[in-house]
């Protein structure tokens, strides 16, 4: 069945970097536009960055953009948030999410925690 | 940025009740909205689409409307399960952005 998985999330010091990954299977990547969204502790979603079918195109929220960079890797079915410059405030769960007009299809989230 | 303002933040209400959810935008989202539903320790569910759609496999009480800058989601009779979350987004313009949530909770 369709399904995507998110992986890479744990513990990083602020400063530091963490890459998550989100590996789609059960449909074709390369045909939809893949976004991230996040949830702090007992808060609301927060949408992150999107990147469009085909690559030509990616967007970020102003909370994150020129420290987070979305990527794709459609022969591995696969989509990548590097994060840069990690901040306490980037603690949540992350969630990567299929969608064009709306977002269909979301995995159960990986967790990531800025702390020293 | 579009900033997506929901009413009221908690909403008490018994089985078999009428639910009715606002969303309000700062500027017109034309009619780019959808709405999700998230339980506690679970991803966000798509209920709703370009305001009025529903997504598949979502059931009839469900129903979406509005445009420009009011919308509004309502759940014809409660259920247990629709107890959660709900969340309205819209893609309208970028950055993308998300209301606060409306929880229904058991009155």
């Known amino acids: 069945q369709e399904q995507v998985v998110e992986s890479g999330g744990g513990v990083v010091q602020p400063g530091r970097s963490l890459r998550l990954s989100c590996a789609a299977s059960?449909?074709?990547?390369?045909?939809?536009?893949m976004h991230w969204v996040r949830q702090a502790p007992g808060k609301g979603l927060e949408w992150v960055a999107v990147i469009w079918y085909d690559g030509s195109n990616k967007y970020y929220a102003d909370s994150v953009k020129g420290r987070f960079t979305i990527s794709r890797d459609d022969f591995r079915s696969t989509v990548h948030l590097q994060m840069n410059s990690l901040r306490a405030e980037d603690t949540a769960v992350y969630y990567c999410?299929?969608?064009?007009?709306?977002?269909?299809?979301w995995g159960q989230g990986t967790v990531v925690i800025v702390s020293s | 940025e579009i900033v997506l303002t929901q009413s009221p933040a908690t909403l008490s209400l018994s089985p078999g009740e009428r639910a009715t959810l606002s969303c309000r935008a700062s500027?017109?989202?034309?009619?780019?909205l959808a709405w999700y539903q998230q339980k506690p320790g679970q991803a966000p569910r798509l209920l709703i689409y370009?305001?009025?759609t529903r997504a598949t496999g979502i059931p009839t009480r469900f129903s979406g409307s509005g445009s420009e800058t009011d919308f509004t989601l309502t759940i014809s009779s409660l259920e247990p399960e629709d107890f959660a979350v709900y969340y309205c987004h819209q893609r309208s313009t970028w950055p993308q952005t998300f209301g606060q949530g409306t929880k229904v909770e058991i009155k």
């Open positions: 500027q017109s989202v034309s009619g780019y």
């Open positions: 999410a299929r969608g064009a007009t709306r977002l269909d299809l």
């Open positions: 059960g449909f074709t990547l390369s045909s939809f536009g």
């Open positions: 370009d305001a009025s």
